[in-house]
């Protein structure tokens, strides 16, 4: 099995890389946000590789960073996302994009890739929260901790918080960061409504 591939780029096309390594060339599919990273014809390149075999084919998956194959191998497992649909979903979201959407169940997130609809966002969402509640793969947490105090702000006003600024039409994982931020920024007491009037203040900086 091909775990990593070092080698020159020869060709960039919309959904893979060839990579020329040492002589040999090999197709390696990948997320768009991967291909604009790795440069262009004639560039240095090495990506983490996913090997798929079947029985009537190889594949390889190219990732720019290991964070990104770990959500490749994790979205592949929900029913319906298959290895075309989770390069799809990584080439509109980032890994932490798709961290804040499964936290906020933001099916919206996943309904702009190709290939998923409305019941396979839900899907998505609705696995992916329990499985990844346990993984380090998102930079926030809804209980985050005040720096100067060390102590959590209730993570009943943040949820609140949160519900309110989606019910006044922002989508709820820019709402998530908003709240995220009106968190670190308050003091332990604040209250509900001054969480959501800072909550506010952050969507329009």
Same mark, same amino acid.
Request: aromatic share 4%; with cysteine.
């Given at each position: 099995?091909?775990?990593?591939?070092?080698?020159?780029?020869?060709?960039?096309?919309?959904?893979?890389?060839? +990579?020329?390594?040492?002589?040999?060339?090999?197709?390696?599919?990948?997320?768009?946000?991967?291909?604009?990273?790795?440069?262009? !014809?004639?560039?240095?390149?090495?990506?983490?590789?996913?090997?798929?075999?079947? &029985?009537?084919?190889?594949?390889?998956?190219? /990732?720019?960073?290991?964070?990104?194959?770990?959500?490749?191998?994790?979205?592949?497992?929900?029913?319906?996302?298959?290895?075309?649909?989770?390069?799809?979903?990584?080439?509109?979201?980032?890994?932490?994009?798709?961290? +804040?959407?499964?936290?906020?169940?933001?099916? #919206?997130? /996943?309904?702009?890739?190709?290939?998923?609809?409305? !019941?396979?966002?839900?899907?998505?969402?609705? &696995? +992916?929260?329990?499985?990844?509640?346990? +993984?380090?793969?998102?930079?926030?947490?809804?209980?985050? !901790?005040?720096?100067?105090?060390?102590?959590?702000?209730?993570? #009943?006003?943040?949820? &609140?918080?949160?519900? #309110?600024?989606?019910?006044?039409?922002?989508?709820?994982?820019? #709402?998530?960061?908003?709240?995220?931020?009106?968190?670190?920024?308050?003091?332990?007491?604040?209250?509900?409504?001054?969480?959501? !009037?800072?909550?506010?203040? &952050?969507?329009?900086?």
């Amino acid at each position: 099995m091909i775990g990593k591939l070092t080698g020159i780029i020869d060709v960039v096309k919309s959904n893979y890389v060839l +990579l020329d390594v040492n002589g040999v060339g090999y197709i390696v599919f990948a997320s768009g946000r991967t291909l604009s990273k790795i440069g262009g !014809k004639g560039d240095p390149c090495a990506l983490m590789i996913e090997t798929h075999v079947r &029985e009537d084919h190889i594949h390889l998956y190219g /990732f720019a960073d290991a964070l990104e194959q770990e959500w490749f191998n994790i979205l592949t497992k929900v029913q319906g996302v298959g290895a075309k649909v989770g390069l799809a979903i990584l080439s509109i979201a980032s890994p932490n994009e798709l961290s +804040l959407a499964i936290a906020a169940q933001d099916k #919206a997130v /996943f309904a702009r890739a190709d290939g998923v609809g409305p !019941k396979l966002a839900t899907r998505i969402v609705t &696995e +992916l929260k329990d499985k990844t509640a346990s +993984l380090d793969l998102s930079p926030i947490n809804m209980q985050s !901790k005040n720096k100067e105090t060390n102590e959590t702000m209730s993570e #009943a006003h943040s949820m &609140e918080a949160l519900s #309110a600024l989606v019910n006044l039409g922002y989508g709820r994982s820019e #709402a998530m960061i908003a709240i995220n931020r009106a968190v670190k920024n308050l003091p332990e007491d604040a209250d509900l409504g001054t969480l959501i !009037k800072q909550g506010l203040k &952050e969507l329009s900086a």
